[in-house]
C-alpha cells in the first residue's frame, strides 16, 4: 500500500481557483499512473482526472474538461490538480489513487487503484 496524502482543498467561491497536491512517502509515484476522483455527499466515488506515469498523457471526465488540468512532477514525487472556474457543482471531497497496471488503460474505473489517500474538502459557495 502507498500512503497518499492529499492537500489544498479549501473553502472558495465560485469563479475561482485551487491547486490541489497528492505527495506519498516511502514510494516513488512515478511507478505509477495517477487519478484524481471525487466524492459528493451520498454518492459513489466519481472519476475525475487521471496521469500516465510520464505524464504524457491524460485523461479528463467531460464536466471538468477545459477548467481542471492534471499534472506530476516525478522529481518531487507529487501530482497536482489544478482547479479552474470552480462551480457550487465542484463542491466534493477530492482524492487521488495509484494506478499500476500496464497496457489498455482505463483510468476511469475506481476498480483499477490500489491506494488511495484520505481526501482533501474542496467547498465552492456564491
Known amino acids: 500500500q502507498v500512503q497518499l496524502v492529499e492537500s489544498g482543498g479549501g473553502l472558495v467561491q465560485a469563479g475561482d481557483s485551487l491547486t490541489l497536491s497528492c505527495t506519498a512517502s516511502?514510494?516513488?509515484?512515478?511507478?505509477?499512473?495517477m487519478g484524481w476522483f471525487r466524492q459528493f455527499p451520498g454518492k459513489e466515488r466519481e472519476f475525475v482526472a487521471a496521469i500516465s506515469r510520464s505524464g504524457g498523457s491524460a485523461i479528463y471526465e467531460d464536466s471538468v474538461r477545459g477548467r481542471f488540468t492534471i499534472s506530476r512532477d516525478n522529481a518531487k514525487n507529487t501530482v497536482y490538480l489544478q482547479l479552474n472556474s470552480l462551480n457550487l457543482e465542484d463542491t466534493a471531497v477530492y482524492f487521488c489513487?495509484?494506478?499500476?497496471?500496464?497496457?489498455?488503460?482505463?483510468?476511469?474505473?475506481?476498480?483499477?487503484?490500489?491506494?488511495w489517500g484520505q481526501g482533501t474538502q474542496v467547498t465552492v459557495s456564491r
Open positions: 516511502g514510494h516513488t509515484l512515478s511507478a505509477y499512473n
Open positions: 489513487a495509484t494506478d499500476s497496471s500496464f497496457g489498455l488503460w482505463t483510468p476511469q474505473n475506481a476498480g483499477i487503484y490500489g491506494s
